[in-house]
């Protein structure tokens, strides 16, 4: 159970580092229609998000590394994981699909996220 968990949760530490990364050198720019006026507040918390993101992957990263000292925290490690994929699920609801990428990435985040707390749980 251990390997599994340290297994998932370094697949969660690859995710935010590749999506931290990309996000930090895209902006906000890169995803909004290119006659847009330069967005500065947005292009900053997009940025500022991002870096979150990628800080992230080594909390993940740590975690992943040392799952047998981590105790409890692999339960809130799961959530964050879960509640990243209940943001796209809200997000779907309000403003409607992104795409059949996004939609597959957020059944992913949801049961990856669902499959660390369980394997936690019955590891106990």
Known sequence: MLIANSILLGIVALICFLGGINIM????????????????????????????????GFLFAYASFNVENTGN???????????????????????????????FIMAVEIALGSAIISIKWLSV
Do not use: E, H
């Open 25 to 56: 050198l895209k902006g906000a720019m890169y995803f909004l229609p290119k006659d847009t006026p330069p967005q500065l507040v947005l292009d900053n918390l997009v940025r500022f998000l991002s870096g979150i993101y990628l800080g992230s």
């Open 73 to 103: 925290l692999v339960y809130f490690l799961g959530l964050i994981v879960v509640f990243s994929g209940l943001g796209r699920l809200y997000s779907r609801v309000q403003a409607g699909t992104a795409g059949r990428y996004f939609d």
